[in-house]
Nanobody, 116 residues
Framework: QVQLVESGGGLVQPGGSLTLSCAAS????????MGWYRQAPGKQRELVAS???????NYADSVKGRFTISRDNAKNMVYLQMNSLKPEDTAVYYC??????????WGQGTQVTVSS
């Protein structure tokens, strides 16, 4: 079992920045892909960014150039640096990780609200 704890969400003005963090804990696991998804009210959950164990990244077109995903393999953590935030970035952001045995785990979600 892997437990995920997210932090860093909150209220920010348009054009501002936030950094989300997600810590994975448990025993007997090795992480492969890690990523962030988001779900806005009335919309489907969508992939925001992902990163492989080797550091290859993938971003949704809507966040390219504004968001940066990174990970610390020694600490089993994944981060999402969000810059130039827009009101349309408002959503609940979920951390997702996959182990080398192909089990997937979700975080509880953290609210990001972009509003003046």
């Amino acid at each position: 079992q892997v437990q995920l704890v997210e932090s860093g969400g909150g209220l920010v003005q348009p054009g501002g920045s936030l950094t989300l963090s997600c810590a994975a804990s448990g025993s007997g696991f090795r992480l492969s892909a890690m990523g962030w998804y988001r779900q806005a009210p009335g919309k489907q959950r969508e992939l925001v960014a992902s990163i492989t164990s080797g550091g290859n990244t993938n971003y949704a077109d809507s966040v390219k150039g504004r968001f940066t995903i990174s990970r610390d393999n020694a600490k089993n953590m994944v981060y999402l640096q969000m810059n130039s935030l827009k009101p349309e970035d408002t959503a609940v952001y979920y951390c997702y990780v996959e182990t080398t045995l192909r089990f997937g785990y979700w975080g509880q979600g953290t609210q990001v609200t972009v509003s003046s």
